[in-house]
Structure formats: C-alpha cells, structure tokens
C-alpha cells in the first residue's frame, strides 16, 4: 500500500477515510512528557484508562524540567508550609490574586477552580513523590540557591495586587539543593506515569490529527523513524506540547514585540500543539502575550532602587515580581535601560554572570552619572530628585511603590546596573494557547468544545495568560492542574467503537 | 421539507450534503456593501462575473458611508493633487512609510503592491465618479471642513518615520463641503455597483458558510425575512463585513485594552465575517490591534504643547498623528491625561464639542496648575521646566518632536487641556482580522488559501494593522484596494460546476 509520507501536515487533519490502517489502538494519545503531559497521564491512567505517551524528545522533561520546579499554590486556609511559616492564605484572596495576574481577560472559571482546588493539589504532588521542605524564605529572591521551599514568587505585596488579595507567599519549590528543582519535579512525574502502567514513545513526533468530517479528534499520526503510525484515540487526544517560543515565524505573526527578549526558555515549543488544535477549529487565544524577564534581584536592596528607560524615567513600581519591570522594559521605547541604585544599597546582582547584568556606570553625582550615561541634560537628575523628595516623605506618589521600599537615593557612589535589552539576559516564553474549559477541552470560536480533543500547559491559554501579571510558579501550576482535570475528562469520555 | 432554521452558525460551516436546495445560483457572493465590498463588486463584475451582493443593513454603506472619506494615497511621483502642491512622492519612500505604519508584523508583500499601484488605484476611484479638487491644506488637520482634498493624515513628518521615508501628504478626501466624505465616496461606489448589474439584496444576513468537507468554499446560508436561503456562490465568496468593534465579547476576549475607548466606530461589525472565515480555518490574526483616537489638535499650534500622562510625565512626541498619540494614552497606566499648553499657543480645540475636551484647570504658574490637577508635587512642573530647557535649545531629546513645534512654554495663563479617557471621546475601531494574500484569499494558520474564500476590508488583517502606525486614509485605502483584487481573483477563478 502506497504511504502518504510527508503528506501530512500540523495544519491539516488527516480524515478518518483516509486513514490506510490503524497502527496502534489507545484510549488516550497525549502529546508531549513535560508537567502537563505527565499529569494528564497520570490522572487518565489512575482512572483506569489506556493511555500513550507520545514525545517528540528521547526523554521526559519538556520545558518544565528547565524550570525552577516551583508551583502557585494556596488558598482554603493556606498549604502545611504556608501555615507554618504564619500565613493563612484565604481563597477568595488567591481567587482575586490570580484574577489580577490573569489581567484583562482572566479566566475567571478556571481562577475559581484552581483557588479552591490548589490545597487539595499540592497534597496530590506531595502523593506523586514531590517533596517540600517545610521552610520560607522570606526576602525578595527568584529561585533559592538551598533546598527551601517557599517564596515570594509573584507580585503580591506590590500596587495594584495589594489593594485587591491580601498578600502571602504562594511560590512553592520543591526540595532540591540549588537551582534546577524542574528536573527533580519531572523525575517524580515520570517515575509515576511509568508505575501506572502508561505506555511511553519516545522520539516521536505528532505531526497530524485524525478527525472525521465534523472534526471530532479520533486520533493522531505520529512519526516515528522516519514512518507515519496512525494510532486510534478512543477516548481522545490531549495537546500538552509546550509553547511556540521556538517559533520564530509565529513569534513574529503574533507576538513581535517578544522578539525583543533574546533568551527562549524552551525545548521543543515550535507551536504545533497550537497548530494542531487549531487544524480542527480550535481558537488560539493572547497570542500576543508573554512571559519575560530579567532577574535583576536579589539582593532585595536593589528593589530600593529605581529602574528608567532611555529618556530618564521612571516607568513602574519597581517592587513588583521581576518579570512585571522585564514586561514593561519590553513595552518602552528604546533598548537602554538602568536600575539606578547609592552606595547604601548596591550589591552586585546574585544572577550579574548567568543574566549579564554589569554595572554601566559609576559617579560620586547623579549628574555626573547622567553625563556618563549620555542621557540627556536634566533627565535622569530630575527623576532621582522628585523620588528622592518623595521616598524622603515615605511615599511614591507616581507609581506606588510600597514604603519599606523607599529611601532617598543620595549616598554616593552613584551606581547605573545596564539592563540594556539587547545585551542583557532577557528569558522569555510564550502564553498565548488555545482556549480550553476547566476540564481541559479544546474551545472553537464559540466556545464550543472540539470533541475528543484535549489541551493544557503552555498549548493553550490558562491561569497565566499576561505578562504583566505573570508570577513564578503560575506555569506550572497550570500545567500540572489544568494537565490533570484533561486527564481526568478524557477518561471519562466514552469510547468510541470500530465504526467510528 | 423541514427547514433547519436557526441551525447554522457562522462558528460551523453548512456542509454541501446538508444543503436542502439552491435558492440562488451565483458566481460570486459578497458579504457587506462598504468600500471593500462596493469594490470587489465593481471589479468582478467588469470582469464579466455574475455577482451577488448581500448586506445586513437597507443600503449600503457600511461603516466606510461614516468615515471623512479620505484616501491614503501617493507612490510613482505623485498623484497629480500631489504634484500640483510641489511633492513628488516617491514609491520608494511610500512603501518604506507603509512598512513603518504597518509595524513590527507589516505585510510586506501588501505594503509593496499597493506603494506601486496606488496611483493606478487614484486613477481607478476617479474614473468610479470620486471626485478630488486640486487643493492642499498645508496646516494640521483631522478632516477638512471645507471640500479640499490633500491632507498631512499621518506621522510623515515625525519622528521615527521621518527617518525612514522622505515626508509627503497623502490623505486624499473627497470634494465634498464639510465633514463626512465617506457618505459620497460611498455614493460614488455604489452607482457604479448597480450600473455593472451587480445583484443587491439589503436586510440580508450571513449565516453560515457552504463548504464541502476539505473545507472547500461553496457558497453561503443567508437569512433574508427569517428565513435561510441556499446560496451557491460558484466562483467563491468574498467577505468584507467590517471588524469587530460592535462585538464586546470578542473584543474582551482579543483586545481587552481597546474597551478603555468609550466610542466605537462601527455599523453591523460584529465579528460575523471573521469568524465566518475562522469557520472553515481562515486564520485570525492581531486581533489585539486597533486604532483609536482622540482630535485634540486642530487648531495645530496645540502640537507645541505637551501631553502627560497622571504621572506628570510625557510619553510620546506630540507632533505624531492624534491616533498614534492616544494610542500611546491607552497603554499608560491611569486614566487623566492632559495637554499642557501655554497662552502662547493655547486655543480651543476645533472639535471640543465633538469630543468632550474641556480645559481642565488653567492659573498662572505651573506650580499652581500642577496643584489644581492635583498631580503628585514636583511632577508637573519637573517635566516642564526640562522640556522648556531642551525646547529653548530647539531640540527635544527625549521623544524628538520636531524643530518646528518646540517653543518653551512660558507664557501665562498656563492651561492643562483635559483628555481623561473615561470622559473624552475616544473613536475606536479594530484592526485584526483574517489573514489573506494580496489576492484577498483568506490563509489558515499555514498560509495556504482556503478555497473559494477571500476577504477585504476590516474582516481581513491589511496594510493598517498596527494601532501606534494608523494613518487616516490607510483602512480605506486598504478597504479599496485589496477589494479590488479580492473581486478580480474570484472572478477569475475557474467556476465549480453543479455536481461540486
């Protein structure tokens, strides 16, 4: 029988009458080993599902296992930790937190779920062998350099997120010493989809859906050494492929701006989760959205100081979550930018090698600074002057940065950290996805779901879906709970027969 | 036989097999009677196509009939209104313009048609009956009170543009007394619709698309006094059914900043041709894109004034085109803003009422308006008192507004021109929509056409897709043209016979 090599595409689906055979016959087809591919799994096959893991890598790990590991968790009275460390984390405060980080179209459905649910989630992680030490952190840090477990990961104390959620740390990381606690999440994900019993496909790629002619997901093509499988999803497909960061045609059609961050935190994140889904009708929603950053702090001192752009001024509190600045840099005009900080609270930034954050210049004035920065005449010395005039009265009338915060900037040496964008370490990712409801399906336009098909993490749009709003662990979280309830619904769904 | 009435959807295209009888037989269905629509519907039909108009309202019109009228036009040496008033523009300069205006994601292919045939498009809407006198308004404008013609409608002589392409006026408005030239370009068009013999049939809504199940276009369902009709359309469908600016949950899901502007500029433009489009995988994009804006200027020498936003501070050089200016409004944090101006230059704007502008305080020193704006002390008066540094050395180094409109402002009474966005008014429509080839093809996500489908106008993402880059004329100038060759590809595509 002639095969159809090649013929396939992402962007098309291959119909069920054109299907030459089925390969393989599975319950459950999920696409992609990160967090939420291994949570979906592990839900469907608990279930009592027959499930297929496809991954395009020869490992498990995904983007997720770059990451911190650290998870957004909270709510219902706060986690064990949150507790111990003095912290009762109400739900309506995480429910309003995670509104706000959402931004101007927050999924309010899923903000609700996940605030009520997230205690009940993290009891899940500690059951599938994910340990937490029972430790805070409490100053202002990115990721801990120790094995210690809870942060401030986000921009909870910070105007405008203070006003509406009571703030409390909700970052939670697991326990692993030093950075890179992703791979230590992702071990323990992995060892449980293996234990449940999930057959695993390594080095395979998906490169098409099965749908009949009303776009209902039968299946999917995968290739797999050069040779087109047509595997049989009786229960349904789940998309759990990561971003498009990797992207660079689709950065550019939807989220050019992003272009600007010079570091992708991606693995495979080509978008063809995305294409996948939207092959069948499913709407890809924020596209323009993104995570990016510069972790400029620790140490916290710096956050006393104040970041400016090319024109001398200030922009935001410069007290909110790092990836908040980062997020505005990138909508300033210019690619010069400084966080201007005394000889009272600079220290060299923890991350100054790994983000190439140098000190740019160094003055015993701020006009001398000004003139060594060639900014111009007047600028940069009038913004230091009105915040020094304010922080000395306790308060920052323009962008509300909060008073422990404050402090005039008049103790020489006068120091400008270069967070120029097109030098520095600026990570970036993508958050734009498809539109899913709470259990994970793939929404049309009218939000309508695509029957049989699946998606969560970064395929499709979830909690985090703002880049000014987004807060470490808020991926994550995402894409292990939004993972779970696709799982869940998919084993749930009833099989289709032969016939079909 | 029973009539699935309600059934269809414009999210899910009728499939040919379901289609109970052809009501009407055509070759070419075009969805809405504006400027993209009139003029697909001219240029299929002087092709010889047989052509069917379908528009929801009772005359046609659209959201184009609201507009000044005015043209974005100019290439290969210029226009002869151009000429006549001493500019040779240049295709060149025009194409590197479009590209600026088009921002980080311009269709370069779209920008480089249309700088070279634009003076073959000028040509073309003379001989449909537009009339445009031989007259030039050197000053500043938003619309002509009077029936002139040549405008300076965009950022052609600001900073960055000004870089990039030699400045030229090139918003071409109708010869009509007084504002609203939309209301006669429409009339022009549409005279020369129905002497080609186009079928027209008002009050007539699209529901759903026809297409066979490789998502073939085949025809339309309209509804026409409650009841579907079967349309088949046998060289394809054109749709220019405007954007989406009528549609708020499509808006708050897509472009959530746009619902910030309090006044939409709109007719039907409820989405329905795009989502239409997206229906058989006609791929959306910069959806989050839009124009908006706010006339404060003329009289012109309010240009020599300078807008800041609740911090005090500016923001943007003020002598770029209004919609770039409020643009710039929409993506402050905080909702007053104002133009400060001093008695030198301060008059009332020529369209206070029209707009809601009202003089928000007026005294004799900055220090005393800054208090009576109650902006955070030192603010107002540090941001004036650099401005009118640099503006004295005839230079502004911050935002490089040009030598012509710096003055130091210094003379009394100093007056903050109000421009809060939750009072003023601010016009908005969208500017996402289908992507298409420069044949006016509707793409999917992999940019390959859908066949038998086209769009134009607003319901397609076109020269105009970028809301900081918006010139007046570009959305008509878009409408018009890539209509035309939407009308043409249709009309010369080969006809589906009647067993397809």
Redesign the interface.
């Known amino acids: 029988m002639s095969e159809p090599l090649a013929s396939h595409?992402r962007?098309r689906p291959c119909?069920v009458r054109d299907v030459p055979r089925w390969d393989l016959d599975t319950e459950i087809a999920i696409v992609g080993f990160g967090a939420a591919g291994a949570s979906a799994a592990i839900e469907a096959a608990g279930a009592g599902a027959r499930v297929t893991l496809f991954e395009a890598a020869s490992g498990h790990g995904g983007t997720s296992a770059l990451s911190g590991g650290e998870i957004y968790l909270g709510g219902s009275g706060g986690t064990p930790i949150q507790r111990s460390a003095g912290f009762s984390d109400e739900t309506e405060d995480f429910y309003q937190y995670l509104l706000m980080a959402g931004?101007?179209?927050a999924d309010a459905a899923k903000c609700r779920l996940y605030a009520e649910q997230s205690l009940a989630h993290y009891e899940w992680l500690v059951a599938q062998g994910v340990v937490y030490k029972n430790s805070f952190v409490p100053q202002r840090i990115v990721e801990p350099f120790t094995d210690d477990c809870l942060l401030w990961s986000g921009s909870e104390e910070a105007w405008p997120f203070c006003e509406s959620a009571r703030p409390c740390p909700r970052g939670h990381t697991p326990q692993w010493m030093g950075l890179g606690g992703g791979k230590f999440l992702m071990d323990a994900l992995a060892r449980r989809v293996q234990a449940l019993g999930v057959e695993l496909r390594f080095d395979t790629r998906a490169v098409a859906l099965i749908a009949d002619?009303a776009n209902r997901v039968r299946g999917l093509v995968v290739r797999e050494g050069g040779v087109d499988r047509y595997v049989r999803a009786r229960r349904g497909v789940i998309l759990c492929a990561g971003g498009f960061i990797m992207n660079k045609a689709m950065l550019?059609?939807?989220a050019?701006?992003m272009?600007r961050a010079n570091t992708p935190i991606g693995t495979v994140d080509d978008g063809s989760g995305i294409?996948l889904g939207?092959?069948v009708?499913g709407?890809a929603?924020h596209?323009?959205e993104g995570f990016v950053t510069l972790p400029w702090y620790p140490p916290e001192s710096l956050i006393k100081g104040i970041m400016i752009n090319e024109?001398?001024?200030?922009f935001i509190n410069e007290d909110g979550y790092h990836g908040r600045t980062a997020q505005m840099i990138l909508?300033q005009r210019g690619t010069r930018f400084w966080l201007l900080a005394d000889g009272g609270i600079f220290k060299e930034p923890e991350f100054s090698e790994f983000a190439k954050l140098r000190i740019g210049a160094a003055a015993e004035s701020w006009e001398e600074l000004e003139a060594e920065l060639e900014l111009?005449?007047?600028?940069l010395t009038?913004?230091v002057?009105?915040y020094n005039?304010?922080a000395a009265e306790g308060r920052d009338?323009?962008?509300r940065k909060q008073p422990k915060w404050l402090k005039p900037l008049t103790q020489p040496p006068f120091v400008a950290l270069d967070c120029r964008i097109d030098f520095c370490t600026y990570f970036t990712f993508t958050l734009g996805g498809l539109d899913t409801s709470v259990r994970g399906e793939v929404l049309?336009?009218?939000r309508?779901p695509v029957a049989g098909l699946y998606a969560a993490g970064r395929t499709s749009s979830g909690l985090p879906r703002w880049g000014a709003g987004y807060s470490s662990g808020l991926s994550l979280a995402d894409a292990t709970f939004f993972g779970r309830q696709a799982g869940l619904a998919a084993a749930r769904r009833e099989p289709a027969g032969d016939g079909t």
Do not use: C, K, V, W
């Open positions: 595409s962007h119909r931004g101007p179209d002619d550019q059609q939807h050019p701006h272009l294409l939207q092959s009708g709407h929603i596209m323009n024109q001398g001024q200030r909508q111009p005449a007047g600028s009038a913004t002057a009105l005039r304010h009338p323009l962008f049309t336009a009218s309508e």
